[in-house]
């Protein structure tokens, strides 16, 4: 019996938000906030990798509203700074795979 009362009066609630929502309307237009949040670590510990940050959406447009104009997610490349030099078994150093010959001769 409870139960069913209570299912009752969720689904009476349910039709009053929407009954509600729908006298209203007015376009509401996307509010961005007016800074970007910090810059996120770097996806790698050695080499080449992403960071990012986001804009956070204030108000989400409603009925109609303008969008959020541009993009609320900034991607910029980034490099780790852990990277070391071992020394491999055929004697070659090597850097995250890499041999160091290769690297220093395609720095020239």
């Known amino acids: 019996m409870i139960n069913t009362l209570a299912a009752k009066l969720f689904i009476f609630r349910r039709q009053q938000v929407t009954v509600a929502l729908r006298r209203d309307c007015t376009a ?61 078994s055929n004697g070659m150093d090597e850097l995250r795979g890499q041999s160091l010959s290769l690297l220093l001769s395609s720095e020239t």
């Open 28 to 88: 509401i237009d996307c509010v961005l906030a007016d800074d970007w949040d910090s810059w996120s670590e770097c996806s790698v510990r050695c080499g080449t990798g992403i960071k990012k940050r986001v804009r956070r959406v204030l108000q989400a447009p409603l009925n109609g509203g303008r969008p959020c104009p541009g993009n609320t997610v900034e991607k910029a490349v980034c490099e780790g700074t852990s990277c070391k030099v071992v020394r491999a």
